[in-house]
Every structure is written in structure tokens, then in C-alpha cells.
């Protein structure tokens, strides 16, 4: 039979809210963030990066923040819609030479 | 440009048969990634190729894996003797290394049912 595995975890958001998405990541020396969104049936697509210089990047109704201290980085949605139901991914990277380690993803789901 | 592209789709096997998965990446891009993505899962990563540097193959999870990558273009998974423990997505994604970014560009994927 399948295998048993842990699932994603879930957030749910009232449409119209902010939606704000939390990430741990794991080494202390990645200088490289990225976050992707994976809607049903499709394959991950790049949503934003940050690089360590850097504490904060906005883009297009997303802001990406990163807390160095305690490894921690956060997707930020504005005016959450519809159509931002996906699984949220982040990941980390040694510089741009070096693969992307991924984290586990977020299930964001919004209520009408 | 065209994005990267997967095929099949959808796959449905049987136990026990072998499969083939085919990936194309985005012309120029030296990296390429496989994935398996189980149903309600994150990604866990398979195989990596860079250019001409041997494969990383450190994710594949059983010799029944393999996969091979012609220069700087296609590659192909190939699942031997497929169980019902290898239903999944298998997604495959291409980035250009060096650049002052690493983002890799997945495609669909090929949805695996292994009967």
C-alpha cells in the first residue's frame, strides 16, 4: 500500500485578509531565498527571492521578510484572493551555484 | 521561450513494468532537477545534472532509478520494475547556474498510477 507521510500544513484566510506564511529554514550560511507557489495539478512556479542582504523585499502584493537571527523567513500577502490558494513552498541555497533545499510547504486555503 | 515540458501527462502501469519519463528543459539552462511529489507532500528531490560534471544522485530512492540527461538537453527517468510505492508526480525542473539567481522552472509534471 501507499505510504504513510506526514501532510502539509494548513492556513486558512479569509478572503480579503492578509495572509502571512512562516518559514524555518536550516543553515545559518544560506545567503539565498526563494518562495514558489504550487497550484493544483501544476508545477511549482518562482514567486519572489531575497538574498541575505537583505531583510525585506516587496513585490506585486507579496512582501518576503527575513529574520536572520532565528533562521526564520515569511511570505506576506496582501489583499489575499482566490486565486492565491496553492501550496506555498520556500527554500534555501548556498549562493546561486548551489541547489535549492527545499522546505516542507504551507496548504493556503481561503474562505469566502 | 517555451517553458520546460514533461511528457507523459498522466502515466497509468502496471506493477512491476518498467517506465519512462521524459523531460525538456529550457533551451540553455546546464541544471536540471527531478521530483517526486507524493500526493499532499513537499518535494523530494532525485537527481541533479550540471553540465557535464557527474550527476548528483544522491535522492534516488532505490536502484530501480535511473536517469540520464544527453548534454545539455533532454532527460528521461526511467522507473524498472515500477511498485505501487512509486505513484506519485514526477516533476522536473531546469535553472541556469551561474547567474546572479537560482531559480529553477518546473514543468507540469507526469502523474505516475502504478495499478
Known amino acids: 500500500g501507499e505510504s504513510v507521510g506526514l501532510h502539509l500544513p494548513t492556513l486558512s484566510v479569509q478572503e480579503g485578509d492578509n495572509s502571512i506564511i512562516n518559514c524555518a529554514y536550516s543553515n545559518s550560511a544560506s545567503d539565498y531565498f526563494i518562495w514558489y507557489k504550487q497550484e493544483s495539478g501544476k508545477g511549482p512556479q518562482f514567486i519572489i527571492d531575497?538574498?541575505?542582504n537583505m531583510d525585506k523585499r516587496q513585490g506585486q502584493r507579496v512582501t518576503v521578510l527575513l529574520n536572520k537571527t532565528v533562521k526564520h523567513l515569511s511570505l506576506q500577502i496582501a489583499a489575499t484572493q482566490p486565486g492565491d490558494s496553492a501550496v506555498y513552498f520556500c527554500?534555501?541555497?548556498?549562493?546561486?551555484?548551489?541547489?535549492?533545499?527545499w522546505g516542507a510547504g504551507t496548504k493556503l486555503i481561503i474562505k469566502p | 521561450g517555451a517553458g520546460v515540458s514533461q511528457s507523459p501527462s498522466n502515466k497509468v502501469t502496471e506493477k512491476g513494468k518498467d517506465v519512462e519519463l521524459r523531460c525538456d528543459p529550457i533551451?540553455?539552462?546546464?541544471?536540471l532537477y527531478w521530483y517526486r511529489q507524493r500526493l499532499g507532500q513537499g518535494l523530494e528531490f532525485l537527481i541533479y545534472?550540471?553540465?557535464?560534471?557527474?550527476?548528483?544522485k544522491s535522492g534516488l530512492p532505490s536502484d530501480r532509478f535511473s536517469a540520464e540527461r544527453t548534454g545539455e538537453s533532454v532527460s528521461t527517468l526511467t522507473i524498472q520494475r515500477t511498485q505501487q510505492e512509486d505513484s506519485a508526480v514526477y516533476l522536473c525542473?531546469?535553472?541556469?547556474?551561474?547567474?546572479?539567481?537560482?531559480?529553477?522552472?518546473f514543468g507540469a509534471g507526469t502523474r505516475l498510477s502504478v495499478l
Open positions: 525542473a531546469s535553472s541556469l547556474i551561474g547567474g546572479t539567481k537560482n531559480i529553477q522552472y
Open positions: 533551451s540553455g539552462h546546464t541544471a
Open positions: 527554500a534555501e541555497s548556498l549562493g546561486s551555484n548551489y541547489q535549492l533545499i
Open positions: 545534472f550540471q553540465g557535464n560534471s557527474a550527476p548528483d
Open positions: 531575497i538574498r541575505s
